[in-house]
């Protein structure tokens, strides 16, 4: 995310908005949020962060689109988004799309998962891969040292 940030940053972005959600446990509990936790970081760290640039929903494609189309009436916006995810990237799509305005020339978005399909729009979504499965690699090996018992083959 930081190097996404970076990037960003350096190549002349100053503005960047923020598509997210929340989630929750099934406790009700919130999820911690990594990507905006260093989303804003960055951006305070920059002294560019704008609370007015970000907009949260349910991390779907359909507030993906509705989210877009609330940033797209302001008179100034940011030069590109920060989706929560690949789903609320395909919304912020189509609310572009069907707004007349062009990805990449009038506004940038960038995804998070890096779902297959997300090479099959037009543009291609530039998107944030995880590696799921080395997390979940390195998660149970750091359980098994916390919990010897465990064997591992």
């Known amino acids: 995310m930081i190097k996404l940030m ?10 960047v908005g923020y598509l997210g959600g929340k989630e929750f446990y ?5 999820v911690f949020d990594f990507r905006f936790q260093y989303f804003k970081e960055f951006m305070y760290f920059h002294d560019i962060f704008n609370h007015d640039d970000c907009y949260f929903g349910d ?7 509705r989210l877009m189309n609330e940033a797209l009436k302001k008179e100034e916006r940011p030069t590109v988004f ?6 609320m990237a395909v919304g912020a799509y189509k609310a572009i ?4 305005l062009k990805i990449p020339e009038d506004i940038s978005i960038v ?9 099959y729009m037009v543009p ?8 799921t499965e ?8 750091e359980r098994v040292k916390i919990c010897p018992i465990i064997q591992l083959k």
Do not use: M
């Open 26 to 30: 099934h406790s009700g509990k919130p």
């Open 97 to 100: 799309y069907e707004d007349g």
């Open 124 to 131: 291609s979504l530039t998107s944030v891969r995880v590696y």
């Open 82 to 87: 920060f989706c929560g995810n690949d789903n």
């Open 6 to 15: 970076t990037y960003l940053h350096e190549n002349g972005h100053r503005r």
């Open 111 to 119: 995804g998070f998962n890096d779902l297959t399909g997300s090479k």
């Open 59 to 65: 991390l779907s494609h359909q507030d993906g689109y």
């Open 134 to 141: 080395y997390l979940g690699e390195a998660s149970v090996r």
